[in-house]
């Protein structure tokens, strides 16, 4: 570590996990030696209570030897300069964090007075009305209850001192009397939070290394964002066309260092003894990463699983594919399940069957029934694929209520001052679970 490391109390990391991660570690391995990788905990704020953190920073170990705790994200700063909890919980459901929309919410509920063993009691209209936000469904709420009920309980359990203990703790390292040597506190915070005296004094008694790239406000921007590129493509002795560049950060965006990272090195990775990356090579692998993502939508959405659609319509949604392509993919995925059931129905067909039945005793019937209704390019599909769509979760009276959605939610797209993620998210929560 170098001189002005050791000088501050701990280390506070400013950038995306997967952008940072190295570098956390490098600092924790510089720290704690060769011998003692195994000495690092990593804690997540949306986790764990301050107090949970404080007794792993001042639990000894047996033999007293070094350790690194890695503290991601502290629950008491204001992410997003949001104070109001009700517009946090709505700002992680925005973002698709919804494990930690769960823990905001049941922090919420704590706060009104509400006992974990009675929130079973409410309902999701009743938990609505607490938060007071108008942009989201019931809907919402019930899923989260389902899917996330843990999370949400966990949020009864996370309290925190307003960070008074973490900095306390690095108050008395800061101080050479009761320095505590053999223990490295790094606090990561995936971005900057709201301006509040808290994050000033960590800013002070920790030595800060900003690994952001984007926020189009902050000075030089572009400048890093090369240098991070150019980094990386000389860590790996590549270099890279001037127009594959451009249309590199044409197609992944700019907002998200992970995804240029993610989609950077599968480029330098590719199986080629070349030296030079191309526009070709771009549009060969980005390209075609993004159209495998858009068939994980769709599939998610033919399987009725509402998290791994989520999941896939955040990285879209990241790599700025427009939110009507979207549509388009989903409307298209359900018109199919759609006709296949329909066609199946009416050549009495409408109960679950084995893949064998279906391909040598039904298929080519529901076949002559789309090519009658003039859908022949849905009988060149293949069996099984013709299958998993006659075989999706989906009832017919809910196939035609979606239908009817999607020119609601096409006009929404194209004139709603709310952002298309946020109402593809309503249109999943509504329809997936």
Same mark, same amino acid.
């Given at each position: ?51 949970? *953190? ?13 350790? *690194? ?7 008491? %700063? ?15 459901? +925005?973002?698709?964090?919804? +494990? ?6 049941? &922090?919420? %509920? ?10 079973? &009691? ?41 960070? +008074? ?42 030595? =800060? ?15 890093? %964002? ?6 990386? /493509? ?17 197609? =992944? $965006? ?9 989609? /950077? ?18 549009? $060969?692998?980005?390209? &075609? ?20 659609? %989520? ?13 009507? *392509? ?14 296949? +059931? ?31 209704? $003039? ?44 952002? $298309? ?13």
């Amino acid at each position: 570590m170098t001189k002005k490391t050791a000088s501050k109390a701990g280390i506070l990391i400013i950038g995306e996990w997967q952008a940072v991660k190295e570098k956390c570690l490098q600092v924790a391995f510089d720290f704690l030696g060769k011998k003692e990788h195994d000495m690092i905990t990593l804690l997540r704020g949306d986790e764990v209570s301050e107090l949970q *953190v404080m007794e792993a920073l001042n639990t000894k170990g047996l033999f007293n030897t070094k350790k *690194v705790i890695i503290y991601q994200d502290p629950s008491f %700063l204001d992410y997003g300069r949001e104070k109001d909890p009700s517009k946090k919980f709505l700002k992680a459901i +925005k973002a698709n964090r919804i +494990k930690r929309a769960a823990t905001i919410l049941g &922090r919420i %509920l704590y706060k009104k007075g509400i006992e974990i063993d009675a929130l079973e &009691r409410f309902t999701p209209q009743k938990i609505l009305s607490f938060l007071k936000i108008d942009s989201i469904g019931d809907e919402q709420i019930e899923a989260i209850l389902k899917e996330h009920i843990r999370d949400v309980e966990k949020g009864f359990s996370l309290h925190d001192s307003g960070g +008074k203990g973490v900095i306390s703790w690095l108050e008395k390292k800061a101080d050479k009397k009761q320095a505590t040597t053999n223990t490295l506190l790094i606090i990561h915070l995936s971005d900057m939070p709201g301006k509040s005296s808290t994050l000033n004094r960590l800013m002070e008694l920790c030595q =800060v290394i900003d690994l952001r790239i984007a926020t189009d406000r902050r000075k030089g921007a572009d400048k890093a %964002l090369y240098q991070f590129i150019y980094d990386l /493509l000389k860590e790996h002795q590549k270099q890279m066309d001037k127009a594959a560049l451009e249309l590199f950060l044409n197609l =992944v $965006g700019t907002d998200s260092m992970s995804a240029i990272r993610n989609e /950077l090195l599968k480029l330098v990775n590719l199986p080629s003894d070349k030296k030079r990356i191309t526009i070709q090579d771009v549009q $060969g692998l980005v390209v &075609r990463h993004k159209e495998e993502e858009i068939f994980k939508l769709t599939e998610a959405f033919r399987a009725k699983k509402l998290i791994p659609a %989520l999941n896939s319509l955040h990285f879209l949604m990241e790599q700025n594919i427009p939110p009507l *392509v979207l549509l388009a993919a989903i409307r298209n995925c359900t018109l199919r399940i759609f006709s296949i +059931k329909a066609a199946a129905r009416s050549v009495g067909i409408n109960t679950p069957c084995p893949f064998n039945k279906f391909k040598y005793d039904y298929w080519d019937e529901i076949k002559k029934v789309l090519s009658d209704y $003039g859908a022949k390019t849905m009988t060149q599909m293949h069996p099984y694929s013709a299958f998993l769509h006659f075989s999706a979760p989906y009832k017919m009276d809910t196939l035609y209520d979606i239908i009817e959605k999607f020119a609601d939610l096409d006009l929404a797209l194209k004139g709603s001052k709310l952002d $298309g993620r946020i109402l593809i998210e309503r249109f999943f929560f509504k329809y997936l679970t």
